[in-house]
């Protein structure tokens, strides 16, 4: 038979988060832009310009992401019309 203590604890839920590019903060409420955020986190390995063992962490609001993709013609594929064909 086990035995249990009963703990309070403190959980850290998230409240919003700022694009790191237009610094628009995303409140938790506002599911549609939030879920549409790009994290990117990356360990930067030997031969890295950014420094070995350096993290770099990221976040990009969906109007950012466009913005730099469009400004390096990068392209969006749109998967509607693609399965259409
Ligand atoms: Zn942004």
Redesign the pocket.
């Known amino acids: 038979m086990r035995y249990f203590d009963k703990v309070r604890k403190t959980i850290k839920e998230l409240h919003g988060i700022r694009?790191?590019?237009?610094?628009?903060y995303i409140f938790k409420t506002d599911s549609f832009e939030l879920q549409e955020i790009i994290q990117i986190t990356h360990s930067c390995g030997y031969a890295s310009i950014f420094g070995d063992g350096n993290e770099i962490h990221l976040d990009?609001?969906?109007?950012?992401?466009k913005?730099i993709l469009k400004n390096n013609k990068i392209k969006i594929k749109d998967i509607l019309i693609e399965n259409q064909i």
């Not at 694009?19 to 628009?24: E, L, N």
């Not at 990009?60 to 992401?65: E, G, P, R, S, V």
């Open positions: 694009c790191d590019f237009c610094k628009r990009i609001c969906q109007h950012c992401l913005r």
